[in-house]
């Protein structure tokens, strides 16, 4: 193959995107990568009529314009599985800084603030003999739930697009309504695909049924949530708080309100963010573009 490689770890601008991808066969691409048509332009995914593959370096494909994609007959390749540990063992982390204000103790004791053992100062909350809501019961939800069990949880909750009895078992897992789940979870995490039917679900609504002591995880994809009401559900104590990897935009402007908030932590969407992991994943979106230029099966294919 020849190939043509953006040599940053910044994205491709768009303009040099368009321009280097005219005529070629097989796309890799990144999450930050919006494969899509142009305006006024005839052939959609950016390429021409040559394009047959695109494969995406992310479990995530709401940055690939699906439906187009499938208009022309080109295959589409991802990663799956192979972050789903590391993404439930960021799950978990975010949970646990959120819950035990971590971030805000650590900075304590920077600032001089930590002065003299106080009974109540610091003080969260902790996951035993909690109720744990896992909005998206799929991959990843089943790995946090995993690794939350041992912690005492005493009740896991869960949605989605529907029941799944088998894998729920293992956790003893009660398939609710989201109003439910909002209402009865100590901790809510997502970990839900993005589709038309999740963005913005985690809204002013679903905050206010919530409990005021609740702890809410995003580790999903940030449209899931509306972060303006999720900024007011915070200040005004609706909730306790609230653990994103996941915002939009990303990266999230230093001058956000969320990033005034204590009781909100936020990462840089590093879910995947293990050495192993990216690795694995480099390799196996090189493997499903040369298996899809090949005309052959690929180790993992979107089925559109």
Known sequence: CR?????????????????????????????????????????PCLAGPDLKVISTMSVGFDHLALDEIKKRGIRVGYTPDVLTDATAELSVALLLSACRRLPEAAEQVRSGGWTTWKPLWMC?????????????LGRIGQAVARRLKPFGVRKFLYTGSGPKPETAAEFGAEFVPLTRLAEESDFVVVTCALTPAT??????????????TSVFVNTSRGTVVNQEDL???????QIAAAGLDVTTPEPLPT???????KNCVILPHIGSATYATRNTMAVLA???????????????????
């Not at 001058?255 to 908030?261: K, T």
Request: proline share 6%; charged share 25%; hydrophobic share 40%.
């Open 199 to 212: 963005q913005g679900m985690c809204n002013k609504d679903f905050f206010s049924r919530m409990k005021k």
């Open 286 to 304: 090189a493997n499903n573009l040369l298996a899809g230029l090949r005309g052959e099966p690929m180790p993992h294919e979107l089925k559109l």
């Open 255 to 261: 001058d956000h309100p969320l990033l005034s908030l």
């Open 3 to 43: 190939v043509l490689q953006w040599d940053s770890e910044e994205p491709v601008p768009r303009a040099e995107l368009l321009a280097r991808v005219a005529g070629v066969r097989g796309l890799l691409c990144l999450l930050s990568d919006r494969i899509d048509r142009e305006p006024g332009q005839r052939c």
């Open 124 to 136: 969260g909350y902790g996951l035993s003999d909690s109720t744990v809501g896992i909005i998206g």
């Open 231 to 237: 900024y007011n559900a915070l200040a005004q104590g």
